[in-house]
C-alpha cells in the first residue's frame, strides 16, 4: 500500500514558497541576509534557535537544528539562498511575485532552489511538531552565495564555523526528480557531479584600419581559430561509475532502449551511433546522457573591438569546461593548453578564472538505502539509479571533508522522457504544488526513518 501524502502540509509549504520567491535574492549582490530573517522569523514560530552568519554585508546563510542523542551521525539538510537573475519582461508573471496559479508556484528560485529550501524547512517543523525521537542531529543551512560559486555562503561556514554546519550526511538540490519511461518511474539521486575549469583566453594583434586588412594582424581572426578548435573538440567518452550504473536502471525500464544502451555500455566509443539511435526515441534523453560521457568544453562570452572601421588588435573570449570524476583540473588545463599548440603561442595568453574538482559519494550507504526504500513506499515498483550532475553545487565542499551528499528533491515526473532539469534558470520557473507535498512527504519519511 501507498505511503500517505501529507496533504495537511500544502497551504503551509505553498505559502512558504511563495513568500520566499518575494525576496529578490538575485547573485548578484545576493542579500541572502533578508531571506534568512524570513526564515528565522517563521521558524522561531515553532520553538526553533536560528543563528544567521553573515560574510559580508546582506550575505547572510541561516543555521538550525534539532537535537538528538548522538547514537547516529547527524544530517545536514542544505539549501541556498540566491537566486540567478530574471528578466521580468520575458516572463508570463512577475519572477518576484511569488504567484500561484494553475496548481504551480511560479518564480525565480521556485526549482532552484527555494523550493526545496521550503520543503527542508516544512520538515524540520514536522520532526518537532510530532516529537520525533532523533538518534542523531538534524541540521539546516539556507545558504549565500551558490550561484556564483559558494565562497561568500558554505565554503566560508565550512572554514569559519564547521561546527555549526558540518555533518557526515548532507541532502542537497541536484536530484531526486523522476524519469517516466512510460512503464514505471525512474528516480535518479545525484551522487557525482563534474567539476568546472572557467577561463578565457586573450589573442593579440596589431590594429589597422578596416578599409585595409591585409595590413593588419586581426585578433578577431586568430580568435576564431581558437573557438572552433576548443567548441569543436569531441573529447573521448568515458562512463564513470555512476553513469553507468544509470543508464543500466534506464536499460531495464524500457526495451527500445536496451540493446543501444547495453552497446553503449559494451563499447563506450560507439556512444556517437547510439546517441543518434536515442534521439529517435527521445530527444531530451540524449541531451541528458551526452554530457554525461565526457568532458565539454563552450564558448560563452566574446569580446572584441572598439570601432566599426578599426581592425582590433585584442580579443577575448570565456569557456566553460566541466569535467568528469577521475579527472583533475590540471589534467583539462593540460589538455586546453595543447590543443591551441600551434596557433600562434606567444599571441596568445590563457587565464584561468575558477576551477573546481569533481566529486562523488558512495552509493552504498544507509542515507541511499533509506532512500531507495521510502521511494518504493510512496511508489510502489519504481526504480531509483545513481546520476552524475553536469553542474556543481555546494555538495562538492562537503565531499572535500568526508560527508555523504546525495542531490534529492523529490519530485513527480512529467511527460515521458522528459528533461530532468527543465525550467531551473529559465524563463517562467515553477513547481507544482503537488511536488511540494510529494517532496516533504517523502524527505520527511527519509529523514524520519534513516535519524530514529
Not at 355 to 384: H, K, M, W
Not at 389 to 412: I, N, Q
Request: with cysteine; aromatic share 6%.
Amino acid at each position: 500500500m501507498p505511503a500517505k501524502l501529507l496533504k495537511e502540509v500544502e497551504g503551509e509549504v505553498t505559502q512558504l514558497l511563495s513568500d520566499l520567491i518575494k525576496i529578490n535574492t538575485t547573485n548578484p549582490p545576493g542579500n541572502e541576509t533578508e531571506a534568512a530573517r524570513f526564515l528565522a522569523e517563521n521558524l522561531s514560530r515553532d520553538g526553533f534557535d536560528c543563528e544567521i552568519f553573515e560574510s559580508a554585508p546582506g550575505r547572510g546563510s541561516l543555521v538550525t537544528r534539532v537535537k538528538g542523542s548522538e547514537e547516529k551521525p547527524s544530517l545536514l539538510l542544505l539549501s541556498h539562498l540566491d537566486v540567478v537573475a530574471a528578466n521580468a519582461e520575458e516572463w508570463s508573471v512577475d519572477p518576484f511575485g511569488g504567484v500561484v496559479k494553475d496548481g504551480f508556484v511560479w518564480g525565480r528560485g521556485a526549482l532552484d532552489m527555494k523550493g526545496m529550501t521550503a520543503v527542508e524547512v516544512m520538515v524540520l517543523k514536522l520532526l518537532k511538531r510530532n516529537n520525533v525521537k532523533l538518534k542523531g542531529d538534524v541540521l539546516l543551512a539556507a545558504t549565500a552565495d551558490e550561484e556564483r560559486g559558494g565562497v561568500s555562503g558554505v565554503d566560508y561556514l565550512l572554514r569559519r564555523y564547521p561546527e555549526k554546519i558540518h555533518a557526515p550526511y548532507v541532502l542537497n538540490e541536484g536530484g531526486g526528480s523522476a524519469i517516466s519511461t512510460g512503464r514505471r518511474n525512474l528516480y535518479v539521486v545525484q551522487t557525482a557531479e563534474k567539476g568546472l575549469v572557467w577561463f578565457k583566453v586573450k589573442a593579440k594583434g596589431v590594429p589597422g584600419h578596416g578599409s585595409m586588412p591585409d595590413a593588419a594582424d586581426n585578433a578577431i581572426l586568430r580568435m576564431s581559430k581558437v573557438i572552433e578548435r576548443l567548441g569543436g573538440y569531441h573529447a573521448p567518452v568515458t562512463l564513470v561509475p555512476a553513469v553507468a550504473r544509470f543508464l543500466r536502471a534506464l536499460a531495464e525500464e524500457d526495451t527500445a532502449l536496451q540493446e543501444p544502451l547495453s552497446r553503449l555500455l559494451a563499447n563506450p566509443k560507439s556512444s556517437v551511433q547510439v546517441l543518434d539511435e536515442l534521439s529517435e526515441v527521445a530527444t531530451s534523453l540524449r541531451e541528458e546522457i551526452e554530457p554525461r560521457l565526457k568532458m565539454t568544453v563552450a564558448p560563452t562570452m566574446v569580446r572584441g573591438g572598439v570601432k566599426e572601421n578599426i581592425i582590433p588588435s585584442e580579443c577575448e573570449t570565456v569557456f566553460d569546461c566541466r569535467i568528469l570524476p577521475g579527472q583533475t583540473v590540471d589534467q583539462a588545463l593540460t589538455l586546453l593548453k595543447g590543443l591551441l599548440s600551434d596557433i600562434d603561442q606567444d599571441r596568445l595568453t590563457f587565464e584561468v578564472l575558477q576551477a573546481q574538482e569533481p566529486s562523488e559519494s558512495p552509493v552504498e550507504t544507509p542515507l541511499y538505502n533509506v532512500i531507495s526504500r521510502v521511494l518504493g513506499e510512496f511508489d510502489p515498483g519504481c526504480g531509483v539509479a545513481p546520476m552524475l550532475m553536469t553542474g556543481g553545487t555546494d555538495s562538492r565542499f562537503f565531499r572535500k571533508t568526508g560527508s555523504v551528499c546525495y542531490g534529492f528533491f523529490p519530485r513527480l515526473p512529467g511527460a515521458p522522457y522528459e528533461r530532468i532539469i527543465t525550467t531551473e534558470h529559465g524563463i517562467d520557473e515553477r513547481v507544482s504544488v503537488e511536488n511540494l507535498v510529494f517532496g516533504t512527504s517523502v524527505l520527511y519519511e527519509t529523514v524520519r526513518k534513516l535519524m530514529s
